[in-house]
């Protein structure tokens, strides 16, 4: 079965820190741009961050720049967000996502992930 399987979320102080991980099985990421989204209660999503399939490019949103750090590891087909100095308005559920493209931020993506929820709040 193909899919991806994010986890690390959780409840954590304004100020604090989480690393979320997105796993997949069935497939490698080697060839998979990701993405990492997020959706708070009664808004749409948006994207986060995203990583090259070469992990050598990497892009954020205004938003979490400076306090959101995207990674992978491709021996572990794993890829991680790191989360630093969280707010708030973090607060949402955070999906992963595998595009298969030469892009940073593909417009399309193949996979998704169940999503993970964080909760800021003190």
């Known amino acids: 079965q193909l899919q991806l399987v994010e986890s690390g979320g959780g409840l954590v102080q304004p100020g604090g820190s989480l690393r979320l991980s997105c796993a997949a099985s069935g497939f490698t990421l080697d060839y998979y741009a990701i993405g990492w989204f997020r959706q708070a209660p009664g808004k749409e999503r948006e994207g986060v961050s995203c990583?090259?399939?070469?992990?050598?490019?990497?892009n954020y949103a205004d938003s979490v720049k400076g306090r959101f750090t995207i990674s992978r590891d491709n021996a572990k087909n794993t890829v991680y967000l790191q989360m630093n100095s969280l707010k708030p308005e973090d607060t949402a559920v955070y999906y992963c996502?595998?595009?298969?493209?030469?892009?940073?931020?593909?417009?399309?993506?193949?996979?998704w992930g169940q999503g993970t929820q964080v909760t800021v709040s003190s």
């Open positions: 990583i090259s399939s070469s992990g050598g490019f990497t």
């Open positions: 996502a595998a595009g298969y493209s030469d892009y940073v931020c593909p417009l399309e993506y193949d996979y």
